[in-house]
């Protein structure tokens, strides 16, 4: 009997066929981190520059906003905002600035003209000087002086006692009808502060204030709409 016998079929190397997957070289990666790098030294800086602007915008439109109502509010109250009886400056005997009367006067005039329209988190009268430094609900504070005008330094990212003027804080007045000639618009009781005679009545001289003295960068955030132009002369 004739048997059938199957061919055995040897399979080489040269018969496999087989998919070679790319791979980078350890050169290749380097290069390529090396790449990520620089764009990322170049952009993050960018970015988080953009980010400290647009949330500082945003916080300032609301402190603004915030103030702007609550004097509406207790002007319902009390009258118009520009004939609020503020406390004088005290002075002790041999004319130096009574610290511990500053602050009592301006409590006072917090706790009547505006505690009872706004919501804050907390008050503190033991910080700095004569001034209260007033915690609002997003982390924010302003520094509440009695002055000549009632004072605010508003703090976008919480009080710093080493904060520039016209980019770590910003300055508002709220004054009587005998001290308005300190911001812009003499028909207010709250607003930027301007150079002292109505000076930045024009968003070119604003500017020019901003740039001399930070201290009057709110009018030209103002003129604006709280917003930090291309030329605003302090960086992020």
């Not at 300032?60 to 009886?85: C, H, P």
């Amino acid at each position: 009997m004739k048997k059938t016998v199957k061919n055995l079929i040897t399979w080489s190397p040269s018969h496999l066929i087989t998919s070679q997957k790319s791979a980078f070289t350890l050169a290749e990666v380097l290069i390529t981190l090396a790449i990520i790098g620089v764009v990322a030294t170049m952009t993050i800086p960018t970015l988080i520059s953009n980010y400290k602007k647009q949330t500082t915008e945003t916080k300032i439109k609301r402190f603004y906003s915030m103030m702007s109502q609550a004097i509406s509010l207790s002007e319902v109250d009390n009258g118009n905002a520009l004939t609020w009886n503020k406390p004088d400056m005290a002075y002790n005997e041999d004319g130096s600035l009574d610290f511990i009367g500053q602050k009592n006067n301006a409590l006072s005039y917090w706790n009547k003209y505006y505690a009872p329209y706004i919501k804050v988190a907390n008050i503190d009268d033991t910080t700095y000087d004569s001034q209260l430094i007033i915690s609002l609900t997003d982390g924010s504070q302003f520094m509440f002086n009695n002055g000549h005008c009632a004072h605010f330094a508003y703090f976008p990212n919480g009080y710093d006692e080493n904060s520039i003027a016209g980019i770590g804080h910003f300055e508002f007045l709220q004054c009587g009808s005998a001290m308005n000639l300190h911001y812009r618009y003499p028909e207010r009781s709250f607003g930027c502060r301007d150079e002292g005679t109505q000076q930045q009545t024009t968003r070119e001289k604003a500017l020019a204030a901003c740039t001399e003295y930070g201290k009057y960068c709110s009018c030209l955030l103002e003129f604006d709409n709280w917003e930090f132009k291309d030329d605003y002369p302090y960086k992020f």
